[in-house]
């Protein structure tokens, strides 16, 4: 009897496959095929989502696959792990409060921690109470001078191209980021391969701020999607408290595919 049932259940077991268009086989073949694809297509979703983002967002984010030296030079980013570096100068160390020296060693000999040295103002540089960061807020002051095209067929026509120059403006309290200030653009051209004069903006730098990074910004401008031919190259000045509206910062970015020229000052 108990044969029999086995007997029955083969036969109904084949009956099914035999009326079945798939095989149980092929089913479970098909899903694993499914599952497969709808996989490589979330990864190729996350890979190119992963591409749009920009390097600076990348160091953000801590997943840039540049050093943490290079986001901070470049981007602000990624600074703090500077503390953990053996290679870092005694300048560095200083600037980011991890020299085992004194905060009065810093402060004479590289200008930095001078904030916390109060019984003399020795350590001033100019002798006259200033201090290396800004005690009141002050006004930059920013002016493009000159841009030059240096690659050709920025736009795959004739070659000129269409530059939009912009900056963006990094600040550090004690190598801690203050305010980032992303300027509004100072010329916006057609057709043009080089271009000379003065545009100034003005922006106002807060008050215990001693450090101003300068990155500056050239777009391609282009009807679908525009080209960024930023070099990634910023500027950068220090102990910018005992700066005097006298001190002008005339800086350059010459590089395989622009030249540009500005400047800047606080008052």
């Not at 200008?111 to 100019?126: F, L, M, Q, T």
């Not at 271009?195 to 807060?206: D, E, H, M």
């Amino acid at each position: 009897m108990k044969a029999l049932k086995y007997i029955t259940l083969l036969m109904f077991v084949f009956l099914f496959v035999a009326c079945s268009e798939e095989s149980p086989f092929e089913v479970a073949e098909e899903d694993l095929n499914e599952a497969e694809e709808l996989a490589q297509q979330k990864y190729n979703e996350s890979q190119r989502a992963e591409n749009s983002v920009s390097e600076e967002e990348k160091c953000r984010r801590g997943t840039s696959t540049y050093s943490d030296d290079y986001c901070c030079s470049y981007y602000g980013e990624r600074c703090r792990y500077y503390s953990s570096s053996s290679y870092m100068s005694e300048s560095d160390k200083c600037y980011y409060g991890t020299s085992t020296y004194g905060d009065d060693y810093c402060c004479t000999y590289y200008g930095y921690r001078c904030a916390y040295v109060y019984s003399s103002s020795s350590y001033n540089s100019s002798g006259s109470g200033s201090v290396y960061y800004l005690t009141t807020s002050k006004t930059m002051k920013i002016t493009l001078k000159s841009y030059k095209q240096v690659s050709s067929n920025w736009d795959g026509f004739d070659g000129a191209g269409d530059p939009e120059v912009s900056f963006t403006i990094y600040t550090y309290s004690d190598g801690v980021a203050g305010q980032t200030i992303n300027t509004q653009v100072f010329i916006d051209k057609s057709d043009t391969r080089s271009w000379s004069g003065a545009v100034s903006k003005t922006y106002t730098i807060n008050k215990g701020i001693d450090q101003i990074k300068v990155c500056p910004k050239v777009i391609d401008e282009d009807v679908s999607s525009n080209d960024n031919y930023s070099s990634g190259k910023c500027v950068t000045a220090s102990n910018i408290g005992y700066l005097t509206s006298s001190d002008v910062n005339a800086q350059t970015d010459y590089n395989s595919d622009y030249n540009l020229e500005w400047e800047w000052y606080l008052y």
